[in-house]
């Protein structure tokens, strides 16, 4: 048998001493780490999955303008309205317009809301007999470029809105393009010419030569005289319910007609089918009294209901 040499044997046994050190400290450190690991990616995971902090509220700030301008009786009014806003037109005995806007702002800073009002807001033009009101703001791009090429994008897209409440002659034409909000007009007899986003419309009317294009409702239509005063009224509605209210003992003609989802409905107790026509679901050619001018009413899908005017006159 071949016997080691001492130096040989000697090593031997130090590596034989060493070997279950090393054994142990491998062991052990291997679970650390993975521990460590896990740990760090339970965190990791932990904070990804945290809810992000909500944003901070937009602080707001409502202005009023005041406008009048004289404007004699047959003048016309254009207004073009604000994408969001509603819009009131009513008559008043006074031959002038008055314009009243109250502007709504929206922005982080107090000094976005400096930089916005100075931006969103109206403009007038008027001569002898017509006033144009017209809205500008952040969303006409060829304006911003003229009047504030360099705004932060990021305040393009932030809330504003505009009421406007405008009082007007009786006898006046009224031109309207409104965007989305309330539009309300009573007691005006014109060449009315009406072009509405959503937001639904009140038409408290007696006569004038009307023409109203409605994106959505609900819309009213109240005729204020037994018989209309002027060439007819035209309503067009694309979706959502029309109410139409006449008084009692009303002349006139009323054609309503649903194009496609919906129904007419006529619970107005003087109101018979015209000679040669025969109601149907959704449309109805009917005279009231002695006849007279033609009112027309039209939906794309809702509701048209014909009724009494229920109260007070």
């Keep these: 048998m071949k016997i080691a040499p001492p130096e040989n044997r000697t090593r ?73 806003g509603s819009i009131t037109v009513e008559a008043w005995p006074k031959a002038e317009v008055e314009i009243n806007a ?37 969303h006409d791009r060829n304006y911003i470029k003229r009047v504030a090429r360099d705004l ?25 393009y409104s965007g989305q909000g309330l539009l309300t007009i009573s007691g005006v007899e014109g060449a009315l010419r009406i072009n509405a986003g959503d937001g639904g419309a009140s038409l408290a009317l007696a006569g004038g030569d009307v023409e109203a294009t409605l994106k959505g409702g609900p819309v009213g239509v109240r005729v204020g005289a037994r018989s209309w005063r002027g060439r007819g009224m035209s309503v067009r509605l694309a979706s959502g319910d029309l109410t139409v209210e006449l008084p009692a003992g009303f002349s006139g003609d009323v054609d309503a007609e649903v194009l496609r989802m919906g129904r007419v409905e006529n619970d107005y107790a003087g109101l018979a089918p015209r000679e040669d026509t025969k109601p149907t679901e959704r449309t109805l050619q009917a005279r009231a009294g002695a006849g007279g001018a033609t009112l027309s009413f039209t939906v794309g899908d809702g509701t048209l209901r014909i009724k009494q005017v229920s109260g007070k006159q």
Excluded: M
């Design 152 to 176: 932060p994008k990021n305040l393009l897209s932030l809330p504003w809105k505009i009421d406007y409440r405008v009082r007007v002659p009786s006898s006046c034409d009224l031109e309207i």
């Design 12 to 84: 031997s046994r130090v590596v034989a001493r060493a070997l279950p050190l090393l054994l142990a400290t491998t062991f052990f450190a291997f679970p650390t780490s993975g521990v460590s690991a896990r740990q760090s990616g339970r965190q990791s995971g932990a904070q990804k999955n945290a809810p992000a902090p909500p944003p901070s509220p937009l602080l707001k700030r409502t202005t009023t303008k005041h406008e009048v301008h004289r404007l004699g009786y047959g003048g016309s009014l254009t207004i073009y309205g604000a994408p969001v």
């Design 102 to 138: 109250d502007i709504e702002q929206s922005a982080a800073t107090e000094e976005d809301l400096a930089r916005l009002s100075a931006i969103n807001g109206f403009v007038l033009d008027a001569d002898v007999n017509s006033v144009r009101v017209t809205t500008v703001g952040v």
